[in-house]
């Protein structure tokens, strides 16, 4: 069982920045498919950002590119995803989640499907106004 815990949400106004973090416990070694997944009220849940941290290598939504930045900590159960240049429509709740094991030991994870995410946090709202 892995417990993912979401923090740093809030209310923010536009064009500020925010930076959200993830804590992942329950957790055994290893390297992992991560995201940020957010859903906006009336809307279909979106993966904005992701990273493999076994390679580094990240993807971002076209919406949120150059805004936000996913990144790992150095402890290595925390994620975090900096946001800069708010706008209206990033208001949501964000979720933290994981990839099927199977889908990151293969490459198989499309970062911006939040179906292949098996593992999602409770979610902190951010509200930009």
């Known amino acids: 069982h892995v417990q993912l815990v979401e923090s740093g949400g809030g209310s923010v106004q536009v064009g500020g920045s925010l930076t959200l973090s993830c804590v992942a416990s329950?957790?055994?070694?290893?390297?992992?498919?991560m995201g940020w997944i957010r859903q906006a009220p009336g809307k279909d849940p979106e993966g904005v950002a992701g990273i493999s941290t076994g390679s580094g290598s990240t993807y971002y939504a076209d919406s949120v590119k150059g805004r936000f930045t996913i990144s790992q900590g150095n402890a290595k159960n925390t994620l975090y995803l900096q946001m800069t240049r708010l706008t209206l429509e990033d208001t949501a709740m964000y979720y933290c989640?994981?990839?099927?094991?199977?889908?990151?030991?293969?490459?198989?994870?499309?970062?911006?499907?939040?179906?292949?995410?098996?593992?999602w946090g409770q979610g902190t709202q951010v509200t930009v106004s």
């Open positions: 989640a994981r990839a099927a094991t199977w889908r990151c030991a293969t490459g198989r994870v499309d970062y911006g499907r939040s179906a292949d995410f098996g593992c």
């Open positions: 329950g957790d055994t070694p290893g390297s992992f498919c």
